[in-house]
């Protein structure tokens, strides 16, 4: 049990979920590495949302409202941090959600299955193994993706992902927003919108910001789409890390 007083509490609530998660089977050991790297970044942008990290939000979420297809991935750390709010989010945006594992195991994806289940989700793709297709330009397993999910979406919102198969959906056509906290990943690099902020802090304001241009017309939202610049908006989400380290320096 964590005190509310300790000064990083919500930071080791995180950590609390994420082992809680191991143990339940819903991540795999890498998904804590994977975590604790995420941390590393998270104390360099002061742990909050930046106006950059608001301005990809604004992007993705103007994607999203575009797509004929939309589909949320969902991994292990996604469930065990923000199950809840993927699913609210895929009803705002009547998206399917698919359980897409880097580790994957069928014991892992039921277990996930039953937690989206639990909070509402009605159309999970990715569960059955008879569905699975292969991607091209990427290898063995880590390449397979839903047919009804991935494989016919346009528009694609992977939290955590690795950069070969973050390339792959590119390459496939799709238009992928990326969620990681770091800015250096290929990830990152590749998708066409990267937002570089915690997937917990992120999920709540993506469903804030689609409410919100719902109401816009397509021309107004293809426009937001289109004067945002990844690379541009990565090398802001450096500079507000390496202004923190000059401020520390400043001590
Ligand atoms: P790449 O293959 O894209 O270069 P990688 O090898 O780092 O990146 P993974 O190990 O799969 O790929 O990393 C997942 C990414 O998720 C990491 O870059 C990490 O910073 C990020 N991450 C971890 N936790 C969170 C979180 N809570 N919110 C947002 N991003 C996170």
Redesign the pocket.
């Known amino acids: 049990m964590i005190n509310k007083d300790h000064p990083r509490y919500e930071s080791l609530k995180l950590r609390d979920k994420i082992v809680e998660a191991y143990k339940s089977g819903i991540l795999a050991d890498a998904g804590m590495i994977?975590?604790g790297?995420?941390e590393a970044?998270d104390y360099l942008i002061g742990e909050k949302t930046t106006q950059t990290s608001l301005n990809a939000i604004e992007s993705a979420a103007a994607a999203l409202l575009l797509a004929n297809n939309p589909v949320i991935s969902i991994n292990g750390?996604a469930t065990a941090?923000v199950a809840e709010k993927i699913v609210d989010l895929a009803h705002v945006l009547n998206a399917k959600i698919e359980i897409n594992l880097f580790y994957r195991t069928p014991q892992r994806v039921k277990a996930i299955e039953k937690i989206l289940k639990e909070h509402g989700a009605h159309e999970i793709m990715g569960t059955e193994d008879n569905d699975q297709v292969q991607m091209e330009d990427i290898s063995s397993h880590r390449g397979k993706v839903s047919h009804e999910g991935i494989y016919k979406a346009d528009v694609v919102l992977v939290p955590?992902?690795?950069?070969d198969r973050?390339e792959a959906l590119v390459k496939e056509g799709k238009f992928v927003i990326a969620?990681?906290?770091?800015p250096l990943?290929?990830?990152s690099k590749t998708a066409s919108i990267t937002i570089v902020d915690?997937?917990?802090r992120i999920i709540p304001c993506l469903i804030s910001e689609v409410s919100f241009l719902k109401k816009k017309s397509p021309d107004e939202l293809k426009k937001i789409v289109c004067n945002f610049n990844n690379a541009r908006n990565l090398e802001e989400s450096l500079k507000v890390m390496l202004n923190s380290i000059k401020e520390f320096d400043s001590l």
């Open positions: 994977a975590h790297r995420g970044f750390n941090l955590l992902e690795d950069g973050t969620i990681d906290l770091n990943s290929r990830t915690n997937i917990t």
